[in-house]
């Protein structure tokens, strides 16, 4: 037995694909196979299966456990439920690597599978190995045994645990994504007044994409925390991982913000802590984690990097501009929306203003959403390698993380290569719109130097 998988669908960070079309119950199958011969040459055995609110879940779910089965390993089936419970029960069960069956934030008629193995994540190189393994037939053989574990009232507790975050008036909205049963389950334990929207999980999304980032999603928790005249707002993605937030004005809070916010009670408990944020973070960030005595570290976009850069510097905490907020101290230091919340009101009380005082406090930007250029793969690397040099040559004020990151006296603009996409990603920062105009006009210059230039832009 051989498998071949559709090419676009073993990305960098996961496996996803649009189900029936580059992504179905044979694909699942294979991958079940392919990751339980891996972990069986690697000396486990077990293995944790979730699964999101998708209507093509449970199918897949039952695919992939075969598959792992098949290969020789045991299944814990921990249900449905947000991608963090099952990295939660990957860390507390007795088991050798987990599969989360996801689409993520993507639309409906997507679906795939976040990986982690022996209590790293899996990502890069491991995932072209299921592929490779599966091409060549190259599966071991056995008949594993199915339980299931329900672990949702036990992860409730967990994220609830050691609370001292007082009483707040607030509302949630879990866009019928994965998180809703946990939602409902914490707010009961919480004390203040809770008000939440969409915690039925619905594969369909019949309210509204389950992306924070994108502002539109927000409105319905706008008009709720405007309404109801709540403290402030709280929104999850369609798994769970990545958390948005709305002030009391409804002004959104991004993850760089948030993460300054985070930042307080973890310097506290840990002075002088590094904290981690990705390149496209603002400066305020940086700037902010180092006055409260930590050390500010940029790294790379992804959150399997950011996750594995964590490790290796015994970071507490760390955060990407999409939502990825990860927790080392007291936590597992995997990305979960869920303890991201619970953290966030305990920073709200602890720092003692609301969180719309401590938003409106913030230094002013103005910066550009992240921009995206369709490009071709053979170009995307070599476009970035150009910049680079040429801005190096120029003397130019350049941290090349990931990607160009360029200082200047007007603020900071960035160009990368996207890891999962064709694009290129540019996003500039600056204290006025003048200052923001002469850096893009920085980053147009760069891509006509490389015979590109900056067009419409087209939806994520």
């Given amino acids: 037995m051989t498998h071949r998988f559709d090419p676009t669908s073993l990305r960098e960070y996961d496996i996803r694909g649009i189900v029936g079309k580059t992504l179905g119950p044979a694909d699942a199958r294979a991958i079940g196979r392919s990751f339980a011969t891996l972990l069986r040459r690697a000396g486990g055995h077990r293995v944790a299966v979730g699964r999101d609110g998708r209507i093509s879940s449970p199918e897949l779910e039952a695919a992939l456990v075969e598959g792992l089965t098949a290969s020789g390993c045991d299944v814990v089936r921990t249900g449905m439920g947000p991608t963090p419970m099952l990295y939660y029960a990957e ?3 007795e088991v050798d690597g987990g599969i989360q069956i996801t689409g993520s934030h993507n639309p409906g008629d997507y679906n795939g599978f976040k990986m982690v193995f022996q209590h790293r994540p899996f990502f890069g190189q491991d ?8 091409a060549a037939g190259d599966w071991e053989d056995g008949a594993g045994s199915v339980s299931d574990a329900d672990v949702l009232d036990d992860y409730v507790g967990r994220l609830f645990a050691g609370y001292a975050g007082g009483s707040f008036r607030i509302g949630w909205d879990a866009g019928n994504g994965a998180a809703g049963p946990v ?4 707010v009961e334990l919480l004390p203040g007044e809770h008000h939440t929207l969409f915690t039925d999980v619905d594969g369909n999304f019949p309210n509204h994409h389950p992306d924070p980032t994108e502002e539109k999603n927000l409105a319905d928790l706008r008009r709720l925390v405007a309404e109801k ?3 402030f707002g709280l ?3 369609g798994d769970g991982d990545r958390i948005g937030a709305i002030d009391g004005e409804g002004r959104v809070i991004w993850g760089d913000q948030l993460l300054s916010i985070l930042a307080e009670p973890v310097l506290r408990k840990e002075p002088g802590a590094t904290i981690i944020a990705d390149v496209k973070a603002s400066q305020m960030l940086f700037d902010r984690v180092a006055e409260l005595g930590g050390q500010p570290l940029m790294w790379k976009t992804g959150h399997s ?3 594995t850069k964590m490790k290796e510097t015994h970071a507490p905490l760390a955060g990407e501009m999409s939502g990825h907020i990860f927790f080392a101290q007291d936590y597992y230091g995997f990305d979960d929306a869920q303890y991201a919340a619970v953290q966030l009101i305990n920073a709200v009380h602890l720092i003692g203003k609301s969180l719309t005082e401590i938003r409106g406090s913030m230094p002013a930007f103005v910066n550009t959403p992240e921009m995206r250029f369709q490009i071709d793969e053979s170009r995307k ?5 150009e910049v680079l040099a040429r801005l190096k040559a120029a003397g130019a004020d350049v941290n090349d993380t990931d990607g160009a990151r360029v200082n200047t006296p007007d603020g900071w603009w960035l160009l990368r290569a996207s890891n999962t996409q064709d694009v290129l990603v540019a996003r500039a920062e600056a204290k006025s719109q003048e200052a923001l105009d002469r850096l893009l006009a920085q980053i147009d210059a760069q891509l006509e130097a490389s015979g590109l230039k900056r067009g419409p832009q087209a939806a994520h």
């Fill in 183 to 186: 939602i409902e389950k914490l």
């Fill in 235 to 237: 929104a999850f993605d």
């Fill in 91 to 93: 860390a507390i069960l």
């Fill in 229 to 231: 005249n709540l403290d």
């Fill in 127 to 134: 995932i072209q190995e299921i592929g490779q393994l599966a």
């Fill in 305 to 307: 990097l950011v996750k």
């Fill in 381 to 385: 690397f070599a476009v970035i390698d």
